[in-house]
């Protein structure tokens, strides 16, 4: 049965009349009784009948009447229940993040996110490549992505991007090394090292290649390792050297690791929230972007 249909049976039946009901739902009289005739013929039993010059429920019509009482109010308090949800983030986002991105974030992330009443958080971590982050939106509402600076941004009418930070990428010494006094280090000064690098495709891969064709410099990668705690681990224990992300390399205040910035380059992997177009409307998914913009500024702050 129609809903609209149902409000206009029970205004009728609080109202009285077919030129009451009118005016309380602003419609021509002609308007109602058209309404009327078509629940009748949707149910296919009278539900009014002749009055005198007006009209009066059936038997049928009031019991209808009661029914539709309670379809109503269920209509409003769904209705309601929906608004909080239209002028409220609450709900369930599924969200994909890389699983350095995690490590930096993810903590925060869910103290903030336990902090939003009625806001829920699905994660995966997820060692994605730019070229997968298209097809990840597919399944994810927001896919925390990474990519070299000076690689193609994500473009597509389809996708919406938004950017969190920009985070540099520094050279990862052990304590001890002939380089250890410096601020800054050379690339050319690195030329004979041996680099702990990622997979062919990944952000920190490509910031490697993007240095050699820019420099002339070409890194002798002997390892390639995706998992930045297993790096941190390998060069602490002097197997090569790496380059790894600012605001995630443990150093342990330098007994572990030493952590120095490249002199004259600009090394840097841009990390973005990539969702379907549109897909920021959504109170819920705004509110975890929200909590995601705030938790990258504390993280950042703290590590800086």
Request: proline fraction near 6%.
């Amino acid at each position: 049965m129609d809903v609209a249909r149902l409000r206009v049976l029970r205004e009728f039946a609080d109202r009285g009349s077919v030129t009451a009901t009118a005016a309380a739902l602003h419609c021509t009289p002609s308007a109602v009784s058209q309404q009327l005739r078509a629940l009748q013929d949707e149910v296919g039993v009278p539900l009014t009948e002749p009055a005198g010059r007006g009209l009066r429920l059936t038997d049928a019509g009031r019991s209808l009447v009661n029914r539709a009482d309670e379809v109503l109010a269920a209509v409003e308090r769904a209705e309601a229940e929906l608004d909080t949800y239209r002028s409220a983030p609450r709900g369930r986002v599924r969200l994909a993040i890389f699983p350095s991105a995690a490590l930096m974030l993810l903590p925060g992330l869910l103290r903030r996110i336990d902090e939003c009443e009625g806001l829920e958080v699905d994660v995966r971590d997820i060692d994605m490549t730019p070229s997968e982050v298209p097809a990840l939106v597919a399944d994810f509402d927001i896919v925390v992505a990474h990519r070299d600076e000076h690689a193609e941004p994500f473009s597509s009418s389809r996708l919406e991007v938004d950017h969190l930070l920009r985070e540099p990428l520094d050279v990862a010494l052990p304590p001890g090394h002939r380089l250890a006094s410096r601020r800054k280090v050379e690339l050319t000064e690195l030329a004979g090292e041996r680099w702990i690098g990622v997979d062919v495709g990944f952000p920190v891969d490509d910031v490697l290649r993007s240095l050699a064709v820019r420099t002339g410099v070409r890194p002798r990668v002997v390892q390639r390792i995706n998992d930045f705690r297993i790096t941190e681990a390998l060069v602490a224990a002097g197997h090569g050297i790496a380059l790894l992300p600012r605001y995630t390399i443990d150093t342990a205040r330098g007994r572990r690791l030493l952590r120095r910035p490249l002199a004259g380059i600009r090394a840097a992997r841009h990390i973005e929230a990539v969702l379907r177009a549109g897909a920021s409307s959504r109170p819920a998914v705004a509110g975890v972007l929200a909590v995601l913009h705030a938790e990258v500024a504390s993280a950042t702050a703290a590590r800086a």
